[in-house]
């Protein structure tokens, strides 16, 4: 008798797995890096830790119903209205936005406090990968192209007056995209070789941003204090602090909870969080964290390359391009390779906004996964 085939659908979850192990994880150094100052600022060594405990289960929730339940192309179908109304939240942290840190990136609506420029970088992917669908023969077309690219390069723009981080990743999601979409390489190997001399020559092209008052004071202060440090002792403190952390930790760590930079890093449990895991976990926990994180993007790539059509293909190619620039901005800020962004580590740093959107992104991937097929044999 012959042997038959049958179609059965595929949940990664492999992914969900691990993605709760690193917030998991996330919730551990999340206590062990703000207790001190959770003690000192609200009386409760536990308040950062409770808060993002009860945002990691709802960012849960959302992974697993999204995954199960919210069908990708009914998103892709409503982009415009994601797109518009992330516009117009955006916008209005001009307006009415609720400061911190100096910059107002936040809307508070009743007891709800969130960032709208997190929200844009779904946005973006969803509408990106819109455009590519509609232009996706016509790509060669400089024309066709720069509409493409507008798509995320102009909320880039307007976000990075106030939160430059953000705006390199949403920029970095867009250029990835269609990259991957177009067939002509030349643009982006002068983009490449663009990019590569603003990093080179960043201390003079900052000096003449401030002449022109292109950047924000604090956007600029972080960019010469990463290159003359000495000179900028206030700005560079975190930083040093940072660096000391990570010097400090050896192979295995001081011991979980037995950080002493903690105590003289502010907000130690936000951008900074990976030099206390450096610190207390040691080299052999540093390389843990990044294995575990390759692990994830691994399988982003995995449900990119065998999804069922060419829009999953490149939604998902957005979550894992969103992933992979937000872990190696946060570890190159850590080390001082690149000035301070402010950009949090991937379910790990304390931020509720950020937790909900990754692991809402978590969820789309995942519904991609289950609407891949995979053929068993039966005899």
């Known amino acids: 008798m012959a042997d038959k085939r049958k179609a059965i659908s595929f ?4 992914l969900v797995i691990m993605v709760m192990f690193i917030a998991g994880v996330g919730l551990v150094m999340m206590y062990s890096a703000s207790g001190y100052s959770a003690q000192n600022q609200m009386n409760d060594a536990m308040y950062f830790f409770k808060r993002q405990f009860g945002f990691a289960l709802v960012g849960l929730l959302f992974m697993l119903l999204i995954g199960n339940f919210l069908d990708y192309h009914w998103l892709l179908r409503w ?14 942290t001009f307006v009415m936005g609720i400061a911190s840190h100096g910059q107002a990136r936040w809307i508070k609506l ?8 997190e929200i844009m970088k779904i946005a973006v992917i969803l509408s990106t ?6 232009r996706m023969n016509r790509l060669g077309n400089i024309k ?6 507008a798509v995320g390069i102009v909320p880039m723009c307007l976000i990075a007056k106030s939160n430059l981080s953000t705006a390199l990743i949403i920029g970095g999601i867009t250029m990835a995209l269609v990259f991957v979409a177009t067939k002509s390489y030349k643009y982006y ?8 001399g603003m990093y080179v020559g960043a201390y003079p092209i900052a000096k003449a941003f401030e002449s022109m008052n292109i950047l924000q004071s604090y956007q600029l202060l972080r960019i010469f204090a990463w290159k003359d440090p000495a000179s900028y002792s206030d700005e560079t403190f975190q930083t040093l602090q940072g660096l000391y952390a990570i010097g400090s930790g050896g192979i295995f760590g001081k ?6 930079q903690k105590f003289l890093m502010p907000e130690a449990q936000n951008d900074m969080i990976f030099t206390i895991i450096c610190e207390e976990l040691g080299f052999f926990g540093a390389v843990s964290i990044v294995l575990m994180y390759a692990f994830v993007i691994w399988r982003l790539y995995s449900i990119a390359r065998d999804a069922r059509d060419m829009v999953g293909s490149f939604i998902v190619l957005g979550i894992m391009v969103h992933i992979s620039l937000q872990v190696i901005l946060n570890i190159a800020v850590a080390t001082n390779v690149v000035p301070n962004t402010g950009v949090t580590l991937p379910f790990i740093s304390y931020g509720g906004t950020s937790l909900l959107i990754l692991m809402s992104e978590m969820g789309i991937a995942l ?8 053929e068993t044999v039966e005899e």
Request: charged share 10%; aromatic share 10%; net charge positive.
């Open 11 to 14: 949940f990664d979850y492999s």
């Open 189 to 196: 190997v002068l983009l490449a070789m663009l990019g590569a």
């Open 255 to 260: 011991g979980l909870g037995e950080s002493v």
């Open 129 to 134: 990968t819109a455009s590519i669908r509609q």
């Open 110 to 117: 009743g007891p709800i406090r969130f960032q709208p420029s």
């Open 79 to 92: 982009h415009k209205i994601i797109y518009i109304l992330s516009w117009i939240m955006v916008i209005l």
């Open 144 to 149: 066709e192209l720069v509409y493409t690219m």
């Open 367 to 374: 519904n991609v996964s289950k609407q891949t097929t995979i």
